[in-house]
């Protein structure tokens, strides 16, 4: 797929490799080393002769109809230059039948970049790394079957890629309620029940991500190099998290360029499964568990900045530590003045019940 | 008249967009429409579109260019250019004027159609249906519908099909009350006063290029605030909500720059006695509700 994106036309497709090391204070030059950063920025550069993005598509075929959703949405993307690896994971011979119907109704041009692939058993990163083993493009991104996105997703993406080749892009998700409903012909329909909400950081931040993910797995596009030049691949062993495990490693290897663009609806399903409820809380904490056990197992780059973010929460703990109460709030914090506003509105109850007290002891003859 | 036997105009007002958005736009409709032929739910199909840009938005090879792609799917393409800003309500007049077709898709300029989408379209819209409405992604429209009669109050014309007939009988969209917005939920209440339902299809799906801010919220430039202000005054006053106009006046009052200008020209036509005669006095088919024009689900 030639680049012939003409809004992204004006930009540089070409990096000059060695000014950027001469002059960059990337801490990534000096961890990974010159040679691999270059064959990683190399790697992930778009060029005319590739296509710049790969989607990853993970599907069940579970949800036909928000299937051809995120599909269109596909179909409507101001850059068309995209291939999407559609990974039919565990998937009956009929239920790819319903798939490749819907993938037969787009325009030949489309359909030609949309290329199944069946994968069997294993967990949810068992697809990923199917595909990552056929990928040719500069980028990839992966897009659930249930998801929508803007139509400028790819091309913030781009913009990114090409403004920061190399770097991990992250733009902006939205989340959305949705709950199923039965459409006229007896499918399986849904409808939207909330107005998309943004609860996530706007600026990215490693710190916060330590904490908890904070991207949504579509607002993130990969560098390829990350997988073909350095061989990460997804945690096979995680049941779930297996996005933020590598969101966080590819984060500090590669570096973070933001987009300050909101691009995709992550769909919140109510009332029915999803691949998000059918795991166990105890799924859930174990995942996090082994995502942070194997950072602590190894040297982990901190982004510009993460040293201030760092200190400021030592600096909290360290006066935490030393009041041993949550005092330190109250005296010198953001609730100060909540706190002396709630007293000053509820001392004349206190006093007047005091009185009352009082008053009703002398009563009864005891001394106040 | 049998499905065989059926025609579609898909129609398009145009103002100053890029031709690479139209051209996705197009090829979507071409191809949607190629669709619906294939499986004789139409027997011919044309994309008209009406330009009320300052100067023509298509050159002679693009023009060309569209030609042959509806040309190769089996369709036609006819484009004028109106040499004046009609607006999205006579612009869209003009073009009903010059089909003869059976249906009407009224269709925004930025909106690509999924492949099914013209055909569940037409299955749907059965005797006594006036209209209906594809739901647009990915921002669905937050106006509540019921899912088994698939009936709702208005239907936007970011994507909608209507008999021409039936259009007529309603004398289109109200063009002399209204400039860009709430002509859709005008025309949707005509449609009801006259007796047609008024259907919402979530099956058939529209991709509608709209953007939110990166915290979510709605991006209104300022034409669309005085617009939506100015729609908002004459859809009150049309359907006979005396009390509503006299609220909204008030608040636009001590509003914004661009609903202080959308009042004053509401007053304008108010004094000059060119306001249209209100109608629907039982209220029996407008609803505004919390500042819309619908029950909203969110």
Redesign the interface.
């Known amino acids: 797929m030639p680049n012939t994106d003409?809004k992204l036309s004006g930009l540089p497709l070409a990096l000059d490799f060695e000014l950027m090391l001469s002059a960059s204070n990337d801490p990534s030059v000096t961890w990974l080393g010159a040679e691999l950063l270059r064959n990683l920025v190399i790697a992930s550069t778009p060029s005319l002769d590739k296509p710049f993005l790969t989607v990853l598509m993970r599907t069940q075929g579970k949800r036909i109809?928000a299937l051809?959703?995120s599909l269109?949405?596909l179909?409507?993307q101001?850059s068309q230059d995209f291939v999407v690896f559609l990974m039919e994971h565990d998937v009956s011979i009929e239920t790819d039948a319903a798939i490749s119907e819907v993938i037969d109704?787009?325009?030949q041009d489309f359909t030609s970049r949309i290329h199944k692939i069946p994968v069997q058993g294993g967990s949810r990163a068992r697809p990923l790394n199917t595909a990552l083993n056929m990928v040719e493009s500069s980028y990839v991104a992966a897009l659930d079957d249930d998801d929508?996105?803007?139509?400028?997703w790819v091309e913030e993406f781009k913009r990114g890629a090409i403004e920061s080749p190399g770097r991990m892009i992250r733009a902006?998700c939205?989340v959305q309620k949705v709950q199923s409903?039965?459409?006229?012909?007896g499918?399986r329909?849904?409808?939207?029940?909330?107005?998309?909400?943004?609860p996530y950081e706007?600026e990215y931040s490693q710190i916060e991500h330590l904490r908890v993910n904070q991207s949504p797995f579509m607002s993130i596009a990969f560098p390829t190099g990350l997988f073909t030049v350095l061989g990460e691949r997804f945690d096979e062993e995680l049941a779930v998290c297996e996005d933020w495990d590598m969101i966080l490693r590819g984060g500090a290897i590669c570096g973070v360029h933001q987009r300050?663009?909101?691009t995709a609806?992550y769909r919140n399903w109510v009332g029915i499964e999803t691949s998000y409820t059918q795991h166990s809380f105890d799924e859930w904490r174990s995942s996090e568990a082994r995502v942070l056990r194997k950072l602590a197992s190894r040297p982990f780059l901190l982004e510009v900045g993460a040293i201030e973010e760092l200190r400021t929460l030592v600096l909290h703990k360290e006066t935490l530590d030393a009041y041993g109460t949550y005092d330190f709030m109250f005296r010198n914090g953001v609730l100060r003045l909540p706190f002396r506003i709630f007293f000053r509105a509820v001392s004349p109850a206190i006093r007047l019940t005091v009185r009352a007290r009082n008053l009703l002891r002398r009563l009864r003859g005891r001394k106040p | 008249m049998t499905a065989e036997n059926w025609t579609l105009t898909i129609q398009t007002v145009v103002f100053h967009n890029e031709f690479e958005a139209l051209l996705r736009a197009f090829k979507a409709a071409a191809h949607a429409a190629s669709r619906a032929q294939s499986i004789a739910l139409l027997s011919s199909w044309a994309i008209a579109w009406g330009d009320c840009s300052s100067s023509p938005t298509l050159t002679a090879e693009q023009l060309t260019e569209l030609e042959s792609i509806a040309g190769e799917l089996g369709g036609d393409f006819t484009y004028t250019f109106f040499d004046s800003n009609l607006g999205s309500a006579a612009g869209h007049n003009r073009l009903a004027e010059r089909s003869n077709d059976d249906f009407l898709l009224i269709l925004n300029p930025d909106a690509e159609v999924s492949p099914t989408c013209i055909a569940i379209l037409l299955e749907t819209i059965q005797p006594g249906v006036g209209s209906v409405e594809a739901r647009q992604l990915p921002l669905e429209h937050p106006k509540d519908y019921d899912a088994s009669t698939l009936e709702t109050v208005w239907s936007s014309t970011a994507c909608l099909l209507t008999r021409r007939g039936t259009f007529r009988e309603v004398g289109g969209f109200d063009e002399k009350t209204f400039f860009l917005y709430c002509d859709d939920v005008d025309y949707s209440w005509q449609l009801q006063l006259a007796g047609f339902r008024v259907l919402y299809q979530p099956a058939a799906t529209v991709f509608h290029d709209k953007r939110l801010s990166v915290r979510g919220e709605w991006l209104a430039t300022p034409s669309e605030e005085y617009y939506s202000a100015e729609a908002a005054l004459l859809l009150a006053h049309k359907y006979s909500r005396p009390d509503l106009v006299k609220s909204l006046s008030k608040a636009f009052k001590s509003g914004s720059v661009e609903q202080k200008e959308a009042l004053g020209e509401f007053s304008r036509r108010q004094q000059s006695g060119s306001l249209v005669t209100p109608v629907d006095s039982n209220h029996q088919v407008a609803q505004f509700v919390e500042g819309n024009y619908a029950k909203h689900r969110f």
């Open positions: 003409s109809n051809r959703d269109t949405t179909y409507g101001t109704s787009f325009p929508i996105v803007f139509a400028n902006l939205a409903e039965e459409w006229f012909n499918t329909g849904f409808r939207a029940i909330s107005w998309p909400e943004v706007i300050p663009t909101l609806i």
